[in-house]
Nanobody, 113 residues
Framework: VQLQASGGGLVQTGGSLTLSCAAS????????MDWYRQLPGKERELVAP?????RFTISRDNAKNMVNLQMNSLKAEDTAVYFC??????????????????WGPGTRVTVSS
């Protein structure tokens, strides 16, 4: 299973960006998809409502095995590498379902002041 994220880039303070992440491969089902971010010099953290104070919205498209992160009112402190993560059930090469997890490679978001 692979996760591929897109949508990162450079944006000015107050602007918006949408990140998308799609899972591909032998996916049976996805139990959860989340976004994490790693600020410069910091550990990776979960992007959760209490960390972004309602400015970000996470939405799932279960039919497409995708998760989006809509980021509004971006601030310089949102500059980070953003990673998508999935808890899922995948098929092995023998066709057996197993519980698994996957990380996307990360996409960089830079907010300029």
């Amino acid at each position: 299973v692979q996760l591929q994220a897109s949508g990162g880039g450079l944006v000015q303070t107050g602007g918006s960006l949408t990140l998308s992440c799609a899972a591909s491969g032998n996916v049976r089902s996805i139990r959860a998809m989340d976004w994490y971010r790693q600020l410069p010099g910091k550990e990776r953290e979960l992007v959760a409502p209490n960390t972004v104070k309602g400015r970000f919205t996470i939405s799932r498209d279960n039919a497409k095995n995708m998760v989006n992160l809509q980021m509004n009112s971006l601030k310089a402190e949102d500059t980070a590498v953003y990673f998508c993560h999935a808890d899922l059930i995948e098929y092995t090469d023998l066709g057996e379902p197993i519980v698994s997890a996957a990380w996307g490679p990360g996409t960089r978001v830079t907010v300029s002041s």
